[in-house]
């Protein structure tokens, strides 16, 4: 599986982005897919994961203001944010593993590049 994480850009507090991440590969609907990011001189945090099921997981950081969906006949995964704060900026990354996604992301299979949100005050 080959992902390519787009959608980043630079928005005002308050603002909405929407991330998508393209995934390559006829099995894309028996993954589960999450969404994790960096912010420098931090570790990685977990965003949001999606099974193939449709079964929705967050962090608690970012619960009522992020949304991730999937739409399996366009092989994407998508990340709504919503309420946009500063410390939302970060670099984004798309993973995807056939089994459950750690909230570590220990373990995950498959790693997109990352898109750079930049949230200003």
């Known amino acids: 599986v080959q992902l390519q994480a787009s959608g980043g850009g630079l928005v005002q507090a308050g603002g909405s982005l929407r991330l998508s991440c393209a995934a390559s590969?006829?099995?894309?609907?028996?993954?589960?897919m999450g969404w994790f990011r960096q912010a420098p001189g931090k570790e990685r945090e977990f965003v949001a994961s999606?099974?193939?099921?449709?079964?929705?997981y967050y962090g608690e950081s970012v619960k009522g203001r992020f949304t991730i969906s999937r739409d399996n006949a366009k092989n994407t995964v998508s990340l709504q944010m919503n309420s946009l704060k500063p410390e939302d900026t970060a670099i984004y990354y798309c993973?995807?593993?056939?089994?459950?996604?750690?909230?570590?992301?220990?373990?995950?299979?498959?790693w997109g590049k990352g898109t750079l949100v930049t949230v200003s005050s």
């Open positions: 993973g995807a593993d056939s089994s459950k996604i750690a909230t570590t992301g220990g373990g995950v299979e498959y």
């Open positions: 590969g006829h099995t894309f609907r028996w993954y589960d």
């Open positions: 999606i099974s193939w099921s449709g079964t929705t």
